[in-house]
T-cell receptor, first 110, second 115 residues
Framework: EDQVTQSPEALRLQEGESSSLNCSYT??????LFWYRQDPGKGPEFLFT???AGEEKEKERLKATLTKKESFLHITAPKPEDSATYLC???????????FGAGTQVVVTP | DVKVTQSSRYLVKRTGEKVFLECVQD?????MFWYRQDPGLGLRLIYF???????EKGDIPEGYSVSREKKERFSLILESASTNQTSMYLC??????????????FGAGTRLSVL
């Protein structure tokens, strides 16, 4: 059975304190790994797609990387507006079904 | 920009009521999905549809049904609402491709409380 595990469950950072979130997965035939950001009371917002081991994507203070067993979301010098829950999901079939992790809640304090 | 619109942000219903959650997307996407999101459990797939009139069960379809009469509209139906269906419901859509690029775009969610 496909599984996606995110750690830590919650992360509290000082503004400017860089850190990383982890997404480990077991899936047969990975087609893609997705990172989403979700603000309280809102739907997830797409951030990145990664396809193959070694791939990296960047957007502002966020950088996502992928290995054969896990993905990391690095937050460099975070600001309070980076506070959100970050969700990881994997796609293993062609119809776009995603298996989501439970998310990491990030709080960045000034 | 892709827009996925869910008809209600908040709903309060009574046990046993029939509940309709509506979702409309404006990007001519083939695929549409319904999830529920509960604390600590993440997003769980209820039903999905990859074409008009076509529907497939997800991981937790019990107690739910869906309707897709038009490409842009996907409805989730709770035939007889129960308190354990109190949750945040999220609708998503994506394009149909043969590659891994199947980005799902989400609506804002409907927070349903069943009393």
């Amino acid at each position: 059975e496909d599984q996606v595990t995110q750690s830590p469950e919650a992360l509290r950072l000082q503004e400017g304190e860089s850190s990383s979130l982890n997404c480990s997965y077991t899936v047969s035939g990975l087609r893609g790994l997705f990172w989403y950001r979700q603000d309280p009371g809102k739907g997830p917002e797409f951030l990145f797609t990664l396809y193959s081991a070694g791939e990296e994507k960047e957007k502002e203070r966020l950088k996502a990387t992928l290995t054969k067993k896990e993905s990391f979301l690095h937050i460099t010098a975070p600001k309070p507006e980076d506070s959100a829950t970050y969700l990881c999901a994997v796609q293993a079939d062609s119809w776009g079904k995603l298996q989501f992790g439970a998310g990491t809640q990030v709080v960045v304090t000034p | 920009d892709v827009k996925v619109t869910q008809s209600s942000r908040y709903l309060v219903k009574r046990t046993g009521e029939k509940v309709f959650l509506e979702c409309v997307q404006d990007m001519d996407h083939e695929n549409m999905f319904w999830y529920r999101q509960d604390p600590g459990l993440g997003l769980r797939l209820i039903y999905f549809s990859y074409d008009v009139k076509m529907k497939e069960k997800g991981d937790i379809p019990e107690g739910y049904s869906v309707s897709r009469e038009k490409k842009e509209r996907f409805s989730l139906i709770l035939e007889s609402a129960s308190t354990n269906q109190t949750s945040m419901y999220l609708c998503a859509s994506s394009d149909l491709t043969g590659t891994a690029l199947n980005i799902q775009y989400f609506g804002a969610g409907t927070r349903l409380s069943v009393l």
